[in-house]
Nanobody
Framework: QVQLVESGGGLVQAGDPLRLSCAAS????????MGWFRQAPGKAREFVAT???????HYADSVKGRVTISRDNPKNTVHLQMNSLKPEDAAVYYC?????????????????WGQGTQVTVSS
């Protein structure tokens, strides 16, 4: 059974950093993209960042320069380092895995999803 389990969410103050992690089990994703999406209350799920199997990273414009995605293929994990958090970054953050694709910003590209971890940013 394939599972993606996120961790690292919590309550932080605006300007603080936060590091999210996602551990995959059940199969290796070293040949796939692993990424992050987020969903705030009342809003659609949106792309945050992804890293292709070869290491190329893509970021949403809203987080570019503040967020860094990294992955550890032997450990089947992906991380999201978020700096200078803003209240508008508050959301449930989801880990996702799927094939490398130029449509990396589309949630339909990803076949596997975690349950999400809550990030709350106080102003």
């Amino acid at each position: 059974q394939v599972q993606l389990v996120e961790s690292g969410g919590g309550l932080v103050q605006a300007g603080d950093p936060l590091r999210l992690s996602c551990a995959a089990s059940g199969r290796s994703f070293s040949s796939d993209s692993m990424g992050w999406f987020r969903q705030a209350p009342g809003k659609a799920r949106e792309f945050v960042a992804t890293m292709w199997s070869g290491g190329t990273a893509h970021y949403a414009d809203s987080v570019k320069g503040r967020v860094t995605i990294s992955r550890d293929n032997p450990k089947n994990t992906v991380h999201l380092q978020m700096n200078s958090l803003k209240p508008e970054d508050a959301a449930v953050y989801y880990c996702a895995a799927g094939p490398d694709s130029n449509n990396y910003w589309r949630s339909l590209t990803y076949a596997y999803w975690g349950q999400g971890t809550q990030v709350t940013v106080s102003s």
